[in-house]
Structures are given as C-alpha cells and as structure tokens.
C-alpha cells in the first residue's frame, strides 16, 4: 500500500510509521554517544546505562522488577526481542495461542521458528474474548499465548480482569506469555495500562517485550528489549548475540539519557496529543460513512468500509489510495480465515497538517459516494 502511495503522491495512513517529532533529549544524548565515543559494540545484552533505565522504568510504570544485570536484553527494536524469544524458548511444532486481529509480524516470526499459531478471534465492536475462547485453542502441544497491550491493529486495552483470566488460564496449562507493550503510552479515555508480568503468579513465565520506536518516535533507530526471568533471558540474550551481536551503541546510549531525562508529562502528554489525532480520524471517518471501531489505545483504527466498491479489503483498499489518495491497510492482513474483508486500518501516527489532510479528503468522499448514489436523472 505504501508503493501504491507513493504512485499517486497520496498520504500514508497504511504503515506504522510515526512521523511526529523525537524528543530533544533523546537526540542530544544520541549526538553526545557518537560524539563521547559510544561507537563500538555493546555487551550482547545491551549497555549498562540502557538496562538501568530499562529497570527503573519497568518499576514505577510496569510494576515489575528486574535485574539489569540479568533480567533484560536490549535488542534490534521489539521486533528483534521478539524474534530472539521466539528461537530461545519456543521449539518446531510448539502451538501458540494468537489473538486475531493480529499484528502480522507475530504470526511471520511464529512461522520463522516453525511455531504453530492457534487463533482466537477477538469479538467486535469491544475486541472482547470469553474464558471458553481460551480453552477451546489449549492443546497439549500449546507452549505460550502472544498478548498485545494496548494492540495493533483493534487498539484493544488488556483490562486487569482479562489478564486475570489469561493468568488463571497460563498457569493451568504451564504456558509461557510474550507480551508486546510498543504502545504502552498511547492509552485513551483516562484508561491505564497493565502489563501481564505484574499480575501474581505471572512473573515466573512472562517475557515482556517493548521498545521506544513509538515512545519516541525512533522507528528506524532500532531499539527495543525482553525482560523477565534470568533463567529466559539468558537464552534470549545468546539469540540476540548470533543475530544482531547489538542494537547501535549511541542509540542506546541516547535512550538510555532520554529516559531519564524526561518527565512523566512527556507520556502524558502523548495520551493526550494523540487521543485529539484518534477523535479527529474517527469523526472523519464516520462522515465518508466508514464506521469506526474507536480504538482504546495505539494509534491505529479499524473502520468498517462495507460501503465502498470492491470484493474485498485489498480492493477497497485501492479503490481510496487511487480515488482521494489516502492509504490504509487491507483488514484481511489481520485475520488468518479470510476475515476483515470490510475491515481498512488507518495509522493516525501523522503530523496533525497531514492527518487534517487525510481526513479532508475522506470528508469529500462522502460527497462523491453520494453524488454516485443518486439516480442518473436526480443529478
Ligand atoms: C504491535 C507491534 N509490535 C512491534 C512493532 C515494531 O516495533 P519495533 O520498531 O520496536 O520493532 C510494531 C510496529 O508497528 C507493532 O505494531
């Protein structure tokens, strides 16, 4: 969809790319790293100053408490401490309990390590699961469930309840919980966010997966972590060494000044900018006549788009970018079943004179939808 995009000169609402500023911190740190001569390789497990920062953040934010010495491994983004987890702990054939609508790149590093995913479907318009959803996809092969808080692409908030349910449920079946939290400052409607490892009895078998490609707006810096037990990140750390050997030092070096430098108004702050971005796509949405399902975090929204032509997503899809120039992502790349066929997802990660663009050109829309609805003699 981005070529597609960038054919027609349009805007981009399909990628997850946040093109809002870095915070100055974050940027003077990561010059005075390079400049200070934070250049070469880090421990495998990621610099020192990183995983201090890592620790005390999980602690006053998450609620968990880890080692930096051992209890973390700072990887090539989130993308990469997921990938690392996957190899160390997960073995062919292992089945994975996978919540749909998914984001496509844990299913992909699922396949990579020739893990099976199991899929439970979330129910709209809440994204809400019930305890029998999770039995009926346990096997006696399932080794983990993949939770996603607040998730791409349904925005969905894992409510303590539910997370007290997926515990329960983990503990019976002696699985592990990779929990992706990249968008653990992106929360609305005064929501706050739970991590699964700081829920009882969940500690011992949950590697927390998050990063600062969104915090931050660092996409391309690459820089993300697992925490959790010693015993796991030991094996996740040696993955993280074969594959990537570090995530880039002054990088690092820059997160690890910028975490502690900034205030906790700064990720207020977030909550807020971006809930205004949220209500501004919706409103336009619900105007071309595209039924949003309002996202409770993130900063995507899936919207229903029955109403405009083509036979599936990946159509109607083509039919927007090609008619007003707004690219969204098909809903089918969500759904393992052929699901989301009336399903688009919008990114509103989008500097606010390109978003007040993007929705302009979704508002005209309506006019033409209803212009071409009109019998030819009524025109
Ligand atoms: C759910 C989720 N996890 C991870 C990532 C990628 O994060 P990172 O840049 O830290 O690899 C994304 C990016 O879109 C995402 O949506």
Redesign the pocket.
């Known amino acids: 969809m981005s070529i597609e995009c960038e054919k027609v000169g349009g805007i981009n609402l399909a990628q ?1 790319v946040c093109d809002t500023e870095v915070p100055q911190a974050v940027r003077e740190e990561a010059h005075h790293g390079i400049e200070n001569g934070i250049n070469s390789y880090t421990r495998f497990d990621g610099l020192g100053a990183l995983r201090e920062a890592i620790a005390q953040k999980l602690r006053t934010y998450n609620g968990i408490t880890v080692e930096p010495e051992t209890d973390i491994v700072v990887s090539a ?4 401490a ?1 990938y690392c987890a996957c190899l160390a702990l997960l073995d062919p054939g292992d089945e994975v309990i996978l919540f749909e609508p998914y ?1 496509g ?1 844990h299913v992909n590093t699922l396949l990579a390590v020739e893990a099976v995913p199991r899929y439970l479907t979330l129910r709209p318009p809440d994204w809400n699961f019930l305890a029998g959803d999770l039995d009926r996809a346990v096997s006696t092969r399932t080794k983990a469930i993949v939770v ?1 808080t607040p ?2 692409p349904c925005g969905k908030v894992f409510s303590r309840v539910e997370l007290e349910l997926i515990a329960e449920f983990a503990i019976r079946h002696d699985l592990f919980i990779f929990t ?1 939290e ?2 653990e400052h992106f929360l609305y409607d005064g929501r706050s966010h739970v991590s699964p490892a700081s829920i009882d009895g969940l500690h011992e078998r949950t590697i927390t997966i998050s ?4 915090t931050f707006s660092i ?1 391309g810096w ?1 820089i ?1 972590y697992a925490a959790g037990p010693a015993r796991w990140l030991r094996r996740i750390g040696y993955m993280n060494d074969l594959v990537y050997v570090c995530a880039p030092s002054p990088l690092q070096y820059g997160v690890a000044l910028g975490l502690s430098r900034l205030e906790r108004s700064f990720y207020e702050g977030l909550s807020l900018e971006y809930s205004l971005k949220r209500d501004h796509i919706c409103a336009a949405l619900r105007h071309a006549g595209f039924e949003p399902y309002v996202p409770q975090g ?1 900063y995507y929204v899936l919207a229903d788009v029955s109403s405009l032509p083509g036979k599936n997503s990946k159509e109607k899809a083509m039919f927007l970018v090609t008619q007003i120039g707004v690219a969204s992502v098909p809903g089918e790349s969500f759904f393992h079943n052929g699901g989301g066929k009336d399903l688009l997802r919008f990114c509103f990660a989008k500097k606010d004179a390109e978003l007040e663009e993007a929705c302009n050109r979704l508002k005209q829309l309506s006019f033409k939808a209803e212009f071409l609805a009109q019998p030819a003699s009524g025109r």
């Open positions: 997850g983004g989130s993308t990469g997921f984001y790149y996603n998730g791409n992706d990249i968008y990063g600062f490609s969104k996409t690459r993300g993130a």
